[in-house]
């Protein structure tokens, strides 16, 4: 879902992200954005964009506040997209087993990270809460992390025996959320401290 107030985006097989009204209670979208030549696999929203990626290997950011779009061409299909927390850049994973970092605004390459393993299945990209490290799902049942300036190879989790399809940072606290299957899996820091009252 997006930010409250503001139509909801989801990507589709059929190579369009329909942008619906959730408080009309309408079943038609207010818009349909349809510059796909392939299937969406990703969709990413910020207060004003809406960033995709799509099996054609394309990266689409779509700018609501000027009605423009940005394409930029990786050239093998997209599995995830994602922004940077300071808004500046855009990860995308892609099924020649490579992330690539982006300038938001230019398209220009900043990183390439290999290592993991993905040409079938859509996995997920992430950046930390910290924008310090890129992280990506494998299907050899770990989880990849790099350096974000250095490209090195910080970290390779494992998780489990089968592919590894879907992870998540926690927005703001140092904690991963992993899926793989039939398991979810938390992983946190070792000085990881709840916040809040526990009841």
Do not use: M
Not at 3 to 25: K, L, M, Q
Not at 30 to 35: A, G, M, S, T, Y
Not at 160 to 182: I, R
């Amino acid at each position: 879902f997006s930010p409250p107030c503001t139509p909801f985006p989801p990507g589709s097989i059929d190579s369009t992200v329909r942008c619906w009204d959730c408080r009309s209670r309408r079943p038609d979208p207010i818009q349909v954005l349809d510059e796909a030549k392939d299937g969406i696999s990703s969709v990413k929203l910020s207060a004003y964009e809406i960033l995709t990626g799509s099996v054609d290997g394309r990266v689409r950011r779509y700018d609501l506040r000027t009605g423009q779009l940005c394409s930029d061409y990786i050239g093998s299909p997209i599995t995830s997209v994602c922004f940077s927390k300071d808004g500046q850049c855009v990860l995308a994973a892609s099924l020649d087993s490579t992330l690539r970092l982006l300038d938001k605004d230019t398209g220009e390459l900043l990183g390439e990270y290999t290592g993991h393993r993905s040409t079938t299945y859509r996995l997920d990209c992430v950046l930390n809460e910290l924008d310090t490290h890129v992280g990506c799902a494998s299907e050899d049942g770990h989880v990849y992390f790099w350096d974000l300036l250095e490209g090195s190879l910080a970290l390779r989790l494992p998780v489990g025996q089968g592919v590894v399809q879907s992870l998540a940072f926690h927005p703001s606290l140092p904690c991963l959320l992993v899926a793989t299957q039939g398991q979810v899996t938390l992983w946190r820091e070792d000085t990881f401290q709840p916040q809040g009252d526990p009841d």
